[in-house]
């Protein structure tokens, strides 16, 4: 389903878990960070100070860098502690990864906003890798050096021949 920010509540009581949605418009970014910085905003009655509406708005949990973006876990404490008052001041789609808890759930029904997910990008890698083992530095558990075998991993190129993506 197509739609746009801001996102009117007569939208959000039709939406079902599952359903898939493409945003246009404005996303919010935040994380651990910055979401208590707006949420002590809110609480202070302050955040027409930094000039954003909050209402009928959609936060993603990420950084923003030349890499990319990309979820970071929700149920961060600073990051799943912001949900309620955010949601209260108007947020109604939060997007990141990771499952909430259940207060978490309650509040966003309470101020009928929602919790979405990206698509699983790690998914889609991990479901390439057909063979996989440890190759050295088993010691560190899940950052040890890997050997994955994989089929038709998806890739861009991003630097070739002296150009580069990033480059303005």
Request: glycine share 8%; net charge positive; charged share 20%.
């Amino acid at each position: 389903m197509q739609v746009s920010t801001p996102i009117s509540n007569a939208l959000l009581k039709e939406l079902k878990v599952y359903d898939t949605l493409e945003i246009t418009g404005v996303i919010y970014t935040g994380r651990d960070a910055v979401l208590p910085k707006i949420v002590k905003l809110i609480e202070n009655n302050r955040l027409n100070e930094i000039g954003i509406d909050l209402n009928g708005s959609a936060v993603f949990h990420t950084a923003v860098s030349v890499a990319g973006i990309g979820p970071t876990s929700s149920n961060k404490l600073e990051i799943e502690g912001s949900i309620p008052a955010l949601s209260k001041a108007g947020v109604k789609i939060h997007i990141g990864k990771g499952s909430l808890g259940k207060n978490t759930v309650e509040a966003l029904k309470e101020y009928n906003s929602v919790f979405a997910v990206t698509p699983p990008v790690t998914a889609l890698l991990t479901s390439t890798v057909v063979d996989k083992r440890i190759a050295a530095f088993p010691q560190e558990g899940m950052e040890a050096l890997h050997m994955l075998q994989v089929v038709k991993f998806p890739v861009i190129i991003a630097v070739a021949h002296g150009k580069s993506i990033f480059d303005k």
